[in-house]
């Protein structure tokens, strides 16, 4: 017999160890308690913690209506007293038992009714979760107390795989609470309110971007590299019906030749050497949701024409596969090369171009925006103040001068990096021109020194550096005035010539 019991223990132990629902490791348990215990009807009834009630999770030898019927309350009948008390019980002969309360009704028709009731408590640690119960045949005065044990030692197990069921579903509950909390910071950070622009030409731009979003328009965005394609991209989706789907971004120039295709469509096991298991491209992983397709113009003529057919079709094949996947997915794309020359070049598909042309929208270079600059350092210097502890508090006027004059050929990528370098060299609490790159003093440096500079134009930039010098010093444009030895309105003059930002 105690071999048996081994073998038992052992297969209930793979059962628990190898299904990953709950449920069917415990209808497990039972059916090995009746093919090789011998025992009869079985049942596992667990507590509900929100009703403080008993009813059965998986039964042996029931129906499914005699399994619903097996309700209880802590403390009634032979099970409840079990969850109660923590204790095992007993019944040599149910029949004979008053606590036998028969609530299932599964015997009632039985024409043997000589059975014994073994019934013992799960636990958690010191807490009764509920009850592991079965029938045994009527064994006279042969003691179950063998029996009782093996029970007890199998409700442990129960036990403890309830328990990882609950951690595993509070584990659930928060990745779910986590995925929509970071969903709805990403709609947060991502809005088109949270763009930095005073412009009018950006102004214009986001119009047109927000009218897009609520379509289901492919979109191309134009512009030089820095100046926000993948932020503007961004707040499209998120203020698409889309939101709640993914956002999968791709960086076409980034990928080698050779993988990007796969990283797009995805591929078989097998369908070339290192393909140990299937992989989702890109388009897969964004059903339901958006691809960015950043630098487009980088695409290989072959992958142009693959993409053509995800765009004229709805559905894509997995490298090394056969078969044909439907897929939901709205398009945005971007580069900063000129898209025409290129379908001129024959090296840019015409068809394609077309396709994704539906709804161009151009975002203007840093250059043709200067009146941005100002909102801009004042967005990344708090950010990095805040980011590197400093206890930076704004720009000095020489500083922002030689900003405005600077042309930024990497737009605002550029600005943000001039500014977080600047914010960890400054010693003060304003940025000072010596906390700026060189390439900026150059600029500054160039445009009074350059070749051939007339005296007015000398005059003009000494003139222009004394004002920037007297309006840092003094707290008012009167009082700057009066240090000048110019009137208050000269002075207003002359700073709507120099174009000086006060």
Known sequence: ??????????????????????????????????????????????????????????????????KVRGKY????????????????????????????????????????????????????????IGALSVDHMFRGDISYEEDIKLLTIIGSMVGQAVRVRELAEKDKQAVVSENIKLKRE???KYKFGNIIYGSGIMESMLEGAMRVADSQATVLLRGDSGTGKELVASAVHYASP?????????????????????????????????????????FELANGGTIFL?????????????????????????????QTIKIDVRIICATHRDLEKMVKDRKFREDLFYRINVFPIYLPPLRERKED?????DHFYHKYAKE??????????????????YNWPGNVRELENVIERAVILCQKELITAEDLPATLKKGEELEITATGATLPEIVESIEKQRILEALEKHKTQRQAAKALGITERMLGYKIQKYQIVV
């Open 388 to 405: 590197n502890k400093k206890k930076v508090k704004g720009i000095n006027r020489a500083a922002l001068d030689m900003m405005m004059a």
């Open 294 to 322: 950043d630098e487009i113009g980088d695409l290989t003529l072959a992958t142009q024409v693959k993409l053509l057919r995800v765009l004229q079709e709805k559905e894509i094949e997995r490298l090394g596969g056969t």
């Open 73 to 128: 309350k802590i403390g009634e009948g032979i099970t409840g007293k079990v969850v109660e008390t923590g204790q095992p019980m007993i019944v040599q002969d149910i029949e004979a038992e008053p606590l036998f309360l028969n609530r299932t009704q599964a015997r009632k028709n039985l024409e043997q009714r000589k059975f014994a009731f073994l019934c013992v408590p799960i636990k958690v640690g010191n807490k009764v």
């Open 1 to 66: 017999m105690r071999d048996v019991k081994v073998i038992a223990l052992t297969e209930i132990s793979e059962a628990l160890a190898s299904a990953l629902d709950l449920e069917k490791a415990l209808d497990s348990i039972l059916k090995v308690l009746s093919e090789e215990l011998k025992m009869q009807r079985g049942t596992i009834t667990l507590v509900n913690p929100r009703t403080n009630e008993l009813h059965i999770e998986v039964a042996h030898g029931l129906t499914p209506e005699e």
């Open 186 to 188: 990403l709609q947060g």
């Open 242 to 282: 889309r939101s709640e789907k993914p956002f999968i971004k791709v960086a076409c120039a980034a990928l080698p030749e050779n993988l990007l295709e796969s990283e797009l469509f995805g591929y078989e096991k097998g369908a070339f050497t290192g393909a140990m298991e299937r992989k989702l491209g890109r």
């Open 373 to 377: 600059i100002p909102l801009l350092i």
